[in-house]
């Protein structure tokens, strides 16, 4: 049976986490993510889970890593100034394979920046924040409920692919309070925690991976004995010096990813049947840009939207086919401008790309998007 | 007592460390202490960080995890929490454990998790060839040191004192045999355990200080480290060029792990 509740971005994220079986989670305290930690810290102990408060961000990512190995399925979460201290980790949990959850409300920037005001300047940040090539998931909700499924999809895409999975949320969707209407137990999809597929005595290899590319290092103290390093390593998981070996290494850990790119890209579109300009938005920013696009809808413009759940790894096809279908782009995004360079690249010339930044420490208005659409539109008449 | 030989992953070595180097007589008085104790080899897990000291948890066979510098410790308590009959062992170096992850250490130590340190203090950055460390000591040369390290080491054992760990004991790669024993009664303390193992390092610090080759270093170190009792008898002058060795200090404060155990209980998490 399902249940209706009153609840705030952050509590239906953390929900969402212990319904997918996060039972692990370590974190510092930092504004506006908190609440997820204190979810945690009340909720985790009832189902058995743990929650550890930690001395800093580093020691918040290392320690659910270190509980993941360990057999828990872990999440932390932190906003913009822990996300950076996070990002050594996150590159060690991607090289590693170790699955892990990271909640990044984002916040305004740089640096302690307009604290704590609303931003989504992080996009980037997450993609390339660690050094080092590696592959990325990272989803972003635009309401409370999508807040509890993005956790589930979050916490099981980190388990199917041993890989650091990023829930770039917004200030205004985490603090947001909407009814919500969870799903129950059975309704919820859970992918388990990866076991060996052979013995010790089968040549069991800890970093040896499967037909999906994706290695079953087991859990600590099973038995298995295994060696786990941010080194490269062969698929015995221990460190290798081999150039070919670090070149299939990195190969896979992108690969494994890439090759469900369409499976995991995640979105919806609205009134794009006709549509001659698209807005492509996401978070907070797609609530208002809905609004904007309905009252554009009314006053007979043919304009269309759509919400990117996925923010990476990008959504190449359906920006492609999106700039073939339509002749303009409205981006706006609460940030200098960042997304829009990669909905320009997969346009690829197809379509006319418009950012609309907006980085002055406020959400945007329906108006302001609207006017842009009009501005948009009336250039199509020239 | 269990063949120690037989903890190693003997296909791994032969190990990295430069001729003459401390850090296989402190990782062999690890296995001998595990041996001692029969601790269950699929049980233990042993967690390093970054650096010269780090690189043994490979040759260990456990599960073994080499994390990122100066992150050993939270990933040990994520470990000793996630699952508290694991024994978690963790191996870090005097930059890995005092500099980069000093922070980390002040607080595994205050929570007294049930972890076992075992610091390799050879008083430098042996692995990017030798530059100064928390615990180099005062007019030692050092590359980022030419002209004589002047600020303060650490004393490892009183900083640990003073965050809250609940054992704390002295050893040297000299002292290989009463090593064993201060590393197995560490392991044997419910609370967070440090052991403070002073290892020579002839290549990155003892040639550039003109202390001679390794057997002149632990010649030193027989010399200057004393068991306490006898450290006690010394004049507040004379304890100026030793150091006391073995149980430094122990004391009982509950364990993380098993307090959290009773926060389930209390949520109603255990049914």
Redesign the interface.
């Known amino acids: 049976m399902s249940e209706v509740k009153l609840m705030q971005g952050n509590e239906a994220c953390a929900e969402g986490a212990i319904a997918a079986g996060v039972r692990f989670f370590g974190g510092y305290p930092i504004t506006p993510s908190t609440e997820i930690a204190e979810y945690m810290a009340v909720n985790l102990p009832k189902v058995g889970g743990t929650f550890i408060q930690m001395e800093d961000e580093i020691a918040g990512i290392g320690v659910i890593l270190g509980a993941s190995l360990a057999g828990k399925k872990a999440l932390t979460a932190t906003s913009g100034p822990g996300f950076s201290l996070k990002q050594e980790l996150i590159g060690y949990a991607a090289i590693a394979e170790i699955p892990a959850v990271i909640v990044n409300v984002q916040r305004m920037g740089p640096s302690t920046g307009q604290p704590t005001s609303p931003a989504q300047a992080d996009i980037m940040q997450a993609r390339w924040g660690t050094h080092g090539d590696h592959p990325m998931i990272a989803l972003s909700p635009w309401t409370v409920r999508e807040a509890f499924d993005v956790a589930v999809k979050a916490v099981n895409y980190a388990e199917r692919f041993r890989t650091p999975v990023i829930i770039l949320m917004d200030e205004v969707v985490g603090h947001l309070r909407e009814r919500v209407d969870l799903p129950a137990a059975h309704e919820i999809q859970v992918y388990p925690r990866r076991v060996p597929d052979k013995t010790k005595a089968e040549g069991y290899k800890a970093y040896e991976p499967m037909d999906d590319l994706v290695p079953n290092p087991a859990n600590f103290g099973t038995g298995f004995r295994i060696h786990c390093t941010g080194l490269v390593h062969d698929e015995t998981g221990f460190p290798s010096g081999s150039p070919s070996v670090t070149e299939k290494t990195i190969k896979r850990l992108h690969e494994k990813i890439m090759r469900v790119q369409e499976e995991i890209t995640h979105y919806d579109e609205f009134f794009m049947d006709d549509a001659e300009i698209a807005v492509v938005a996401f978070g907070g920013t797609a609530r208002t840009a809905y609004a904007a696009v309905e009252t554009a809808r009314k006053s007979g413009q043919k304009v269309g939207m759509i919400r990117m759940m996925t923010i990476w790894p990008f959504a190449d096809k359906v920006i492609r086919d999106l700039a073939k279908k339509v002749r303009k782009i409205l981006v706006p995004e609460m940030n200098y401008g960042q997304y829009v360079y990669e909905v320009e690249r997969a346009a690829a010339g197809q379509a006319r790309v418009v950012s609309l930044p907006k980085y002055n420490a406020e959400v945007f208005t329906p108006d302001e998007i609207q006017q842009a659409i009009e501005r948009l539109a009336a250039e199509v008449e020239k | 007592m269990k063949d120690y030989e037989s903890l190693f992953r003997t296909n791994?070595l032969p190990h990295i460390w430069c001729p003459g180097c401390g850090n296989g007589i402190a990782m062999k008085a690890i296995a001998k202490a595990i041996a001692k104790l029969d601790l269950d080899?699929?049980?233990t897990?042993i967690?390093s960080g970054i650096g010269c000291s780090s690189r043994a948890?490979?040759y260990m066979?456990?599960?073994?995890?080499?994390?990122?510098h100066g992150?050993a410790?939270?990933?040990?308590?994520?470990?000793?929490?996630?699952?508290p009959?694991?024994n978690v062992i963790v191996i870090t170096g005097d930059g890995d454990c005092m500099a980069i992850g000093g922070?980390?250490f002040?607080?595994a130590c205050r929570r007294n998790i049930d972890l076992t340190v075992v610091l390799f203090n050879n008083n430098i950055y042996g692995m990017t060839g030798g530059q100064a460390s928390p615990l180099t000591p005062v007019d030692k040369k050092a590359t980022t040191a030419p002209y004589g390290t002047f600020d303060r080491p650490f004393n490892p054992c009183d900083v640990a004192k003073t965050a809250g760990a609940t054992y704390i004991a002295r050893g040297t790669a000299y002292h290989a045999a009463p090593l064993v024993d201060l590393i197995a009664q560490g392991i044997q303390n419910k609370g967070f355990s440090f052991i403070e193992t002073l290892v020579q390092c002839p290549t990155s610090y003892g040639r550039r200080n003109k202390m001679g080759n390794a057997t002149a270093m632990m010649k030193h170190m027989s010399e200057t480290v004393i068991p306490l009792t006898a450290y006690n008898r010394l004049s507040a002058e004379e304890q100026k060029t030793k150091q006391p060795s073995g149980v430094l200090h122990t004391d009982v404060f509950p364990e993380y792990a098993a307090e959290?155990a009773k926060?389930?209980k209390?949520?109603?998490?255990?049914k």
């Open positions: 791994r080899q699929d049980k897990v967690v948890s490979g066979d456990f599960d073994t995890l080499h994390t990122a992150r410790l939270p990933f040990a308590t994520g470990i000793k929490l996630a699952n009959d694991l922070n980390h002040i607080h959290y926060i389930i209390q949520a109603g998490g255990d």
